[in-house]
T-cell receptor
Framework: DGGITQSPKYLFRKEGQNVTLSCEQN?????MYWYRQDPGQGLRLIYY???????QKGDIAEGYSVSREKKESFPLTVTSAQKNPTAFYLC?????????????FGPGTRLTVT | SQQGEEDPQALSIQEGENATMNCSYK?????LQWYRQNSGRGLVHLIL?????REKHSGRLRVTLDTSKKSSSLLITASRAADTASYFC???????????FGQGTRLTINP
């Protein structure tokens, strides 16, 4: 899983609670990404960051928030406004902007909200 | 938005056979990438092919790209049980700094 760590591997929360998923990389990559994957589906982009202190919404940003205060860290908060938060969340990084470089993925966090 | 779509959705073959997966996309691209995902794990990058390339090889993997048909194929030769995984194509949108992933092909290699 190439220098990217996500914790925890499994996370359980009650409906109405905010929860923060951790993503750390030691690859010295500028760009970082958060994806959501539902069973049997592909990846959908939540947020991405091309540089420290800057980030952009992806295709499904509603109900999520991020910060990028350090190059190596890109935490994702799933807020109570996210209507269906139960999913597998994947963090990734790349040397530069996504389209020209391969992405390195973490092992994922499986979030279950009941 | 669905840029890349893989075909078939699922493929089951015998060990030693070749496996071919296809990816179609809608708009012009700069690059196309293929990734593998073992069940419950993160994705692993396999190959990146640029729009001006037609074919690329990496070990038992061969990727082709036909920009006129807006399609790519991934061929795995002499398949092994360890190749059992889901395979995704990912395309960029020209001018966009992000990838769009297809829904993947679930490949099962039977011993």
């Amino acid at each position: 899983d190439g220098g990217i760590t996500q914790s925890p591997k499994y996370l359980f929360r009650k409906e109405g609670q905010n929860v923060t998923l951790s993503c750390e990389q030691n690859l010295n990559h500028d760009a970082m990404y958060w994806y959501r994957q539902d069973p049997g589906q592909g990846l959908r982009l939540i947020y991405y960051s091309q540089i420290v202190n800057d980030f952009q919404k992806g295709d499904i940003a509603e109900g999520y928030s991020v910060s990028r205060e350090k190059k190596e860290s890109f935490p994702l908060t799933v807020t109570s406004a996210q209507k269906n938060p139960t999913a597998f969340y994947l963090c990734a990084s790349s040397i530069g902007a996504a389209s020209s470089y391969e992405q390195y993925f973490g092992p994922g966090t499986r979030l279950t909200v009941t | 938005s669905q840029q890349g779509e893989e075909d078939p959705q699922a493929l089951s073959i015998q060990e030693g056979e070749n496996a071919t997966m296809n990816c179609s996309y809608k708009t012009s691209i700069n690059n196309l990438q293929w990734y593998r995902q073992n069940s419950g794990r993160g994705l692993v990058h396999l190959i990146l092919i640029r729009s001006n390339e037609r074919e690329k090889h990496s070990g038992r993997l061969r990727v082709t790209l036909d920009t006129s048909k807006k399609s790519s194929s991934l061929l795995i030769t002499a398949s092994r049980a360890a190749d059992t995984a889901s395979y995704f194509c990912a395309t960029d949108l020209q001018g966009a700094q992000k990838l769009v992933f297809g829904q993947g092909t679930r490949l099962t290699i039977n011993p």
